[in-house]
């Protein structure tokens, strides 16, 4: 194999779809994850983390049709140093074109403890395990999770034994977020100058933002000879998240004066798909957000201002075109029509096929008549919210109305739609919002619990759309519901549903035991 620690090439390994689903609430469906794993193929992602084939039927079906439908990714599955895992990961990934297996184990004193595993018989598993990958698969990455608390001696230790038993790839995950900089550099430097076989395989960098340095530990990786950086879209992930693909991609791209790397990365595509994650994951990216945040390139000091105004370089060191943001002198209103709908769209970093446009047109006309000006932020909550109403959902808000005001009790009248069948009550609350909360409650009985409340308008004015969010947890199944409507009530009773939509759908699925969450 050639030394690519050598070259200015850095693979990106994308882990929206395992890591970053593992964050609580951030549940995604079978037809939602395939086609983010269509948009990170498209836009160059090298490696594609599908899932966690063992960890139940809806990851290992994820995983495998993952696998069958990308042409040019290598789709990887995860799997624990164990033969059943390996060999359900194998049973996922072996129809793609370039399948891998990513196999691990925590090998930090820490994690010893959990399996009670002294080294040698530590030693013995990785062993084998990584054997019996590599007789299956000739694409095989192993990681030693909380690689960065682990003794020095030990890590270059299970490392070397790795890569005898054939693994290709070797990464380096700081589980926990509990390094900084220097050190990350300095982990990766060693493993590269004293483990036999270095020189044969891919080091890797998988980080976690506990402390706000995955991205400055990421890169500090690469300047040392790592070349695979694991990351996903907005930075989603466990506790604070894992390290932002469009942060790592774009620092290689705008200091590439300082960090002479590339990747094959289309940055056009990065805001598309950074609002795709963001709505099927119910997690919205903050405003100040490095890269995709709404204020990345928002101006408001006068100097700054000024400054744009004759140069935009003065406060802009990248072009917003270069993530796939583009203006426009498009207005929209309720007399425009389909094909300007699809251009701004298009411009907004959205591709619509014929139907969906079709939908989406009928939605943006009512809209329309409801507000007098429809804004870019407008059309993102209008598809941000055709993408939570799926047509196949269990539960659908067919009728609402509301009594409120100074004089109690406040009232819903609610027709939902449960399984087809429309079921009508009436409900009384403290306030619309608690009395449509009752209502949905007393048709669709369950016992989770009400965690998170958020309302937030769109754009200025009376007129403005709000985007409410709710996160709900039954039996630490926690999931995350939105919707976006200029009645806020409205918009609360599809976002209250949206989230037990999901619910349904998590209940069917085997959460995986604690051990088995990686890296």
Not at 21 to 47: F, H, N, R, Y
């Amino acid at each position: 194999m050639t030394d690519i620690s050598k070259q200015d090439r850095v693979l990106i390994f994308d882990t929206t779809l395992r890591d970053g689903e593992q964050s609580p609430g951030a549940t995604m469906t079978l037809s939602e994850k395939i086609e983010i794993a269509s948009m990170l193929d498209e836009m160059g992602v090298d490696i594609i983390e599908a899932g966690f084939p063992i960890a139940s039927e809806g990851d290992f079906e994820a995983v495998t049709e993952i696998a069958k439908a990308a042409p040019n990714a290598v789709i990887c599955g995860l799997a624990r140093a164990k033969d059943a895992d390996i060999d359900r990961c194998w049973e996922a990934v072996k129809n793609c074109a370039r399948p891998r297996i990513h196999t691990f184990i925590g090998t930090s004193p820490l994690h010893r403890d959990i399996p009670g595993l002294t080294k040698d018989e530590m030693a013995d598993v990785i062993h084998t395990s990584v054997t019996r990958a590599r007789n299956l698969c000739d694409n095989v990455q192993w990681s030693p999770m909380d690689a960065t608390r682990t003794e020095a001696d030990y890590l270059c230790r299970t490392v070397e034994i790795a890569i005898k038993a054939g693994a290709t790839t070797i990464n380096i995950p700081d589980t926990v977020g509990y390094t900084a900089p220097r050190e990350s550099a300095e982990i990766i430097r060693m493993l590269i100058d004293r483990v036999p076989g270095a020189d044969e395989v891919i080091f890797a960098t998988h980080c976690h933002n506990d402390l706000g340095m995955a991205t400055a530990n990421s890169l500090a990786a690469v300047e040392a000879g790592a070349r695979q950086i694991e990351c996903t879209i907005n930075g989603l992930g466990e506790r604070a998240g894992n390290t932002a693909l469009e942060e790592v991609v774009m620092a290689m791209k705008v200091r590439n004066d300082i960090m002479p790397y590339r990747t094959d990365i289309d940055t056009t595509k990065i805001m598309a798909i950074s609002r795709k994650v963001a709505t099927v994951s119910g997690f919205a990216v903050q405003y100040n957000k490095a890269i995709v945040g709404k204020n990345a390139f928002a101006h408001e000091s006068g100097i700054h201002q000024d400054g744009m105004l004759k140069n935009a370089e003065n406060f802009e060191i990248m072009r917003p075109e270069d993530i796939g943001l583009s203006e426009t002198n498009l207005v929209m209103g309720k007399h425009s029509g389909r094909a300007a709908l699809r251009s701004k769209l298009e411009n907004l970093g959205y591709d619509l096929g014929d139907n969906q446009l079709k939908d989406v047109f009928v939605r943006f006309k009512a809209l329309a008549d409801r507000k007098k000006e429809i804004y870019d932020e407008d059309l993102i909550a209008l598809m941000s919210d055709s993408n939570a109403q799926a047509e196949d959902d269990h539960i659908k808000v067919k009728f609402l109305r509301v009594v409120c005001g100074t004089q109690a009790p406040q009232s819903a009248e609610l027709t939902l739609g449960v399984g087809g069948v429309d079921q009508q009550i009436t409900a009384s609350g403290d306030g619309p919002v608690d009395a449509t909360f009752n209502a949905i409650k007393e048709l669709v009985p369950h016992t989770a619990s009400l965690q998170l409340y958020q309302v937030h308008a769109v754009t200025e004015g009376t007129d403005a759309q709000a985007t409410v969010s709710v996160r709900m947890e039954e039996d630490g199944k926690i999931v995350t519901g939105q919707s976006a409507d200029t009645d806020t009530v409205v918009a609360s009773a599809k976002a209250y549903v949206n989230a037990l939509n999901k619910l349904m759908v998590k209940r069917l699925r085997t959460a995986p035991p604690e051990e088995s969450k990686s890296a």
